[in-house]
């Protein structure tokens, strides 16, 4: 079955850096375009950035020059580095794909931007 499992989130300063990751399993990674979502309490889920399967990527403009969505397709690996973050990155973080129709998530990584 698809299975995602996100990790790197954590505590950071204002204008400091993560890198999140997502391994990937259950289908044909190289094949599909990945995204990173984010998600505040109260606030619907909402897309970040994605990459396509040929490497296209697109982002949301609240990110557009801090964020970079990457993937390794020898390693079914998805990332998000985040640089230059801000208070207003602060939520969980979620990995996403669309196969057969369905949408699957992985658990979330949660991101805390906070002095």
């Known amino acids: 079955q698809v299975q995602l499992v996100e990790s790197g989130g954590g505590l950071v300063q204002p204008g400091g850096s993560l890198r999140l990751s997502c391994g990937a399993s259950?289908?044909?990674?190289?094949?599909?375009?990945l995204s990173w979502y984010h998600q505040v309490p109260g606030k619907e889920r909402e897309r970040v950035a994605r990459?396509?399967?040929?490497?296209?990527?697109t982002y949301v403009d609240s990110v557009k020059g801090r964020f970079t969505i990457s993937r390794d397709n020898s390693k079914n690996t998805v990332y998000l580095q985040m640089n230059s973050l801000k208070p207003e990155d602060t939520a969980q973080y979620y990995c996403h794909v669309r196969w057969q129709g369905n949408d699957y998530w992985g658990q979330g990584t949660q991101v805390t931007v906070s002095s």
């Open positions: 259950g289908f044909a990674f190289s094949d599909y375009p």
């Open positions: 990459i396509s399967s040929r490497g296209s990527t």
